[in-house]
């Protein structure tokens, strides 16, 4: 069955970088499109950014350009997103995500709290 399982997050400072993975399984990854999405607190899960494939194309929020950016390792089967300049208001918990035949899957998520 298909399993995404993310790990990297935690406390860090305003400034600070983290880099969130996501290992895949049960599916054929290297088909499919990957996903970050994230959810504050009290606030709704909202997508931060995706990837292709095969890579070649990405895409962001208005509020994670320039500061984050998304790869994947297709032979691993693992997605990551790193996260540098971060503020508290990217404060959340992240989540890998995939659409396989019009099903979401979802990981557990990993939290990331930037607080000084």
């Known amino acids: 069955q298909v399993q995404l399982v993310e790990s990297g997050g935690g406390l860090v400072q305003p400034g600070g970088s983290l880099r969130l993975s996501c290992a895949a399984s049960g599916f054929a990854f290297s088909l499919y499109r990957m996903t970050w999405y994230r959810q504050g607190p009290g606030k709704e899960r909202e997508l931060v950014a995706g990837?292709?494939?095969?890579?070649?194309?990405?895409n962001y929020a208005d509020s994670v350009k320039g500061r984050f950016t998304i790869s994947r390792d297709n032979a691993k089967k693992m997605v990551f997103l790193q996260m540098n300049s971060l503020k508290p208001e990217d404060t959340a918990v992240y989540y890998c995500?995939?659409?396989?035949?019009?099903?979401?899957?979802w990981g557990q998520g990993t939290q990331v709290t930037v607080s000084s």
């Open positions: 995500n995939v659409v396989r035949a019009t099903v979401n899957y």
């Open positions: 990837i292709s494939n095969a890579g070649g194309s990405t």
